[in-house]
């Protein structure tokens, strides 16, 4: 299967998708932290496979990477990742403390993966809502490591002919500076196609 292609359109619906969703992350994360968090969706690609790590920084680049499977009618992988600096920021704002990046506790561990589980769970719930169909997610795997060697993890589990990838690039604002990371949803073929049908039915409704 060649990779899709999608309009101009059917971006900009998926840009309104993510909006949506997070919006519906920031106000979860803000209950968290119990403080006003603004989390915004700069940027939106759909590349091949083979582009994704390129598109997200260096391979070698160190990342706490948040991973969970999607399972159900709409199946493949959702993939959340910080770069180190932004990951010490994010853990002592979450847990209240200073974290060392080659020390990560228990609790630390914990808060990052609230963290993408939060953002998973926002972002599959709307493109549930789109698709009108059961979209299932395993409890997130958190993993400390090179970008490249997670995400070629991430497409050996997968054991799928995943082609495309959609990466978001994510920013929270305040945490007391901006961090910025991506979101990275690899879906099944059968569904990135469900995903653009009902995209079309979306932009054009019956009657």
């Given at each position: 299967?060649?990779?899709?292609?999608?309009s101009?359109?059917?971006?900009?619906?998926?840009?309104?998708?993510?909006?949506?969703?997070s919006?519906?992350?920031?106000?979860?994360?803000?209950?968290?932290?119990?403080?006003?968090?603004?989390?915004?969706?700069?940027?939106?690609?759909?590349v091949?496979?083979?582009?994704a790590?390129?598109?997200?920084?260096?391979?070698?680049?160190?990342?706490?990477?948040?991973?969970?499977?999607?399972?159900?009618d709409?199946?493949?992988?959702?993939?959340?990742?910080?770069?180190?600096?932004?990951?010490?920021?994010?853990?002592?704002?979450?847990?209240?403390g200073e974290?060392?990046?080659?020390?990560?506790?228990?609790?630390?561990?914990?808060?990052?993966?609230?963290?993408?589980?939060?953002?998973?769970?926002?972002?599959?719930?709307?493109?549930?809502?789109?698709?009108?169909?059961?979209?299932?997610?395993?409890?997130?795997?958190?993993a400390?490591?090179?970008?490249?060697?997670?995400?070629?993890?991430?497409?050996?589990?997968?054991?799928?002919n995943?082609?495309?990838?959609?990466?978001?690039?994510?920013?929270?604002?305040?945490?007391?500076?901006?961090?910025?990371?991506?979101?990275?949803?690899?879906?099944?073929?059968?569904?990135?196609e469900?995903?653009?049908?009902?995209?079309?039915?979306?932009?054009?409704?019956?009657?």
């Amino acid at each position: 299967m060649k990779n899709m292609e999608f309009s101009e359109i059917q971006l900009d619906a998926i840009r309104e998708i993510c909006s949506i969703a997070s919006g519906t992350a920031a106000g979860a994360l803000s209950q968290v932290l119990n403080k006003k968090i603004t989390m915004k969706v700069p940027e939106i690609k759909i590349v091949p496979i083979e582009e994704a790590v390129d598109t997200m920084g260096s391979s070698d680049s160190i990342v706490a990477g948040v991973y969970s499977r999607l399972m159900g009618d709409f199946s493949g992988g959702l993939l959340l990742t910080f770069p180190r600096e932004d990951v010490i920021m994010l853990v002592g704002k979450l847990t209240g403390g200073e974290t060392k990046i080659h020390s990560l506790s228990e609790l630390d561990v914990s808060a990052i993966s609230e963290v993408g589980n939060i953002i998973a769970a926002s972002f599959v719930t709307a493109i549930a809502k789109i698709i009108d169909k059961t979209i299932l997610i395993s409890v997130p795997k958190l993993a400390f490591d090179m970008l490249g060697a997670i995400v070629d993890f991430i497409l050996i589990e997968l054991a799928e002919n995943a082609e495309q990838a959609l990466i978001m690039k994510i920013e929270f604002e305040d945490i007391p500076r901006t961090i910025a990371g991506h979101f990275f949803i690899i879906p099944n073929p059968g569904s990135l196609e469900m995903l653009l049908d009902s995209i079309k039915l979306f932009q054009h409704p019956a009657g």
